[in-house]
């Protein structure tokens, strides 16, 4: 078993250590790896867009790719040579260098404005969605202080917050 980078002296001293021994070990080991403390402390330099190495659990070996999505235990790195995802732990990513340079994250977009009551005039047509998120459309048949009444034209009415309405554009 000559698996490179790991220490010929280690290797010797478990290949004499029993089963159960082996088995505790790795207990341990797992549990030492889950820490979210440990996961804490490599994620806090990682960020989505940037080139990693990270070890492929079947071989041993260190590939590269880059990051392209980051949950609570774990990332998908996009290996660019074979184009495929790989969904690994934290703990397989080999940290970046001391004081390398994190880009700024860009600025976030502000927040769309909000469509209030004088964005709409009785008599147009608008569209929303129902409580089981079903699209329901209709013309405007009232304007009142906070909601619009709809007719979706199938002998209902609908109170709808402005908010919740989209213009439709009839081609």
């Given at each position: 078993?000559?698996?490179?980078?790991?220490d010929?002296?280690?290797?010797?001293?478990?290949?004499h250590?029993s089963?159960?021994?082996l088995?505790q070990?790795?207990?341990?080991?797992?549990r030492m790896?889950?820490d979210?403390?440990?996961?804490v402390?490599v994620r806090?330099?990682?960020?989505?867009?940037?080139?990693v190495?990270f070890?492929?659990?079947?071989?041993?070996?260190?590939?590269?790719?880059?990051?392209?999505a980051m949950?609570?235990t774990q990332l998908?790195?996009?290996?660019?040579?074979?184009?495929?995802s790989w969904?690994v732990?934290?703990t397989?990513?080999?940290?970046?260098a001391p004081g390398?340079?994190?880009p700024?994250?860009?600025?976030?977009?502000?927040?769309?404005?909000r469509?209030?009551?004088n964005d709409?005039?009785?008599?147009?047509?608008?569209a929303f969605?129902d409580?089981?998120?079903?699209?329901?459309?209709?013309t405007?048949?009232?304007i009142?202080q906070?909601?619009?009444?709809?007719d979706?034209g199938d002998?209902?009415t609908?109170r709808?917050?402005?908010?919740?309405?989209r213009?439709?554009?009839?081609?």
């Open positions: 078993m000559n698996d490179p980078g790991i010929p002296r280690l290797l010797e001293v478990l290949q250590a089963n159960l021994q088995f070990l790795n207990s341990v080991i797992e790896l889950a979210p403390k440990r996961i402390q806090k330099d990682l960020h989505i867009g940037q080139t190495r070890m492929d659990w079947r071989d041993g070996r260190m590939r590269l790719g880059k990051i392209i949950k609570d998908t790195v996009h290996e660019d040579g074979t184009r495929s969904t732990p934290y397989a990513v080999e940290p970046p390398a340079a994190r700024a994250a860009p600025p976030e977009p502000p927040p769309p404005p469509a209030g009551r709409f005039r009785c008599g147009e047509k608008v969605e409580k089981h998120l079903n699209t329901v459309v209709g405007i048949v009232r009142n906070r909601t619009a009444s709809i979706p002998g209902t609908w709808v917050g402005f908010a919740l309405l213009h439709v554009v009839d081609i």
